[in-house]
């Protein structure tokens, strides 16, 4: 009796195995695993306020593109955005959140939709002329990818007091300036968006450094695991089909 039992149950699993697991494969291939998945809340239809905590507005901006044009946050209304703060002479990590940047432009390749908002924290060099070839230097294709320059206190305020993302002039550090690598994630209302960490908790930004890994975290230059690029890519995708 029990070997059929044995049997039984091997049978079962084997069933399982052949009508499941492809399908699991194709979802985490697609990047198409939520967190309602995850919870394995049966029945439910997610949806970007189950996925997504609403953080709030995202700060008003006018600012100049690469091709002189001014853009404010009224060219992003109806689209999924990125923010980022950084400079084209950054040594450090600012290569690596535009790379970051890049992989998620090709991601959503053709998706006119998204947007990302690079903004320079170094105005007095990085022009429309410098950022324009900074932006051809990167391979940038997406034409709702600006990179924008002004006046330098307004675009510390913008950072340091609309979205609580630090920047700031330190003689001290490479390049003259320091800046935190997170990227800011606003749907098409304008609102920030963002998922939650293991704790139940707001991440409120995603960490736009290193190698994302597929659970969506990524190791930073702290050596700490936070959401990163893979993360990203869920998240928007979410938002993007609202």
């Known amino acids: 009796m029990k070997n059929k039992s044995y049997i039984g149950i091997s049978f079962i699993i084997l069933i399982f195995g052949i009508i499941f697991i492809p399908r699991i494969v194709s979802r985490i291939s697609a990047d198409d695993v939520t967190r309602i998945d995850r919870l394995n809340v049966s029945g439910a239809k997610e949806t970007s306020s189950d996925l997504l905590v609403e953080i709030g507005n995202a700060p008003q901006f006018s600012l100049t593109n690469q091709d002189g044009k001014t853009i404010t946050e009224k060219d992003f209304e109806g689209k999924v ?19 970051n940047m890049v992989e998620l432009q090709n991601h959503f390749e053709g998706e006119s939709n998204f947007g990302i908002a690079s903004i320079t924290i170094n105005p007095d060099y990085d022009s429309s002329q410098v950022l324009k070839a900074h932006a051809q230097h990167l391979g940038v294709k997406n034409p709702n990818w600006h990179f924008l320059t002004g006046d330098k206190k307004y675009i510390y305020d913008i950072a340091n007091k609309g979205f609580t993302i630090f920047v700031g002039e330190n003689k001290e550090m490479d390049g003259g300036f320091e800046h935190s690598g997170l990227f800011a994630l606003i749907d098409k209302k304008g609102k920030i968006r963002c998922r939650k960490d293991n704790s139940g908790n707001p991440i409120v930004y995603y960490s736009g450094l290193n190698y994302s890994d597929p659970e969506g975290f990524e190791e930073d230059f702290s050596g700490q695991y936070k959401p990163g690029i893979q993360a990203l890519k869920q998240d928007i995708k979410v938002l993007l089909n609202e």
């Open 81 to 99: 955005y990125l923010v980022e703060f950084f400079f084209s002479t950054c040594p450090t990590i600012c290569p690596v959140m535009n790379q």
